[in-house]
């Protein structure tokens, strides 16, 4: 998927060495992790969002409008030395 690979280009560039937490497909409709959103209702904050903001996440990548959003971390005590 060519949104994933910008996506992950940006992260790289900002935080090095990462990992995606979580992402979004507008189209269709899914997410990871699944069914993260159920359990938010009318929340201002999508499940996923919170999911890997709580995990750490400290940038998202939005791409075409919303079409795709991706939550990342950067891998910081897991990175190999």
Do not use: Q
């Amino acid at each position: 998927m060519e949104a994933s690979r910008d996506a992950h280009l940006v992260a790289g560039e900002i935080l090095g060495e990462n990992v995606c937490m979580a992402w979004y497909d507008r189209e269709k409709d899914r997410e990871s992790p699944a069914h993260a959103s159920e359990c938010h209702g009318s929340c201002e904050v999508p499940g996923y969002v919170e999911y890997a903001v709580n995990r750490g996440a400290t940038i998202k990548v939005v791409v075409d409008d919303g079409a795709y959003v991706f939550c990342f971390r950067p891998l910081g005590e897991f990175a190999d030395t």
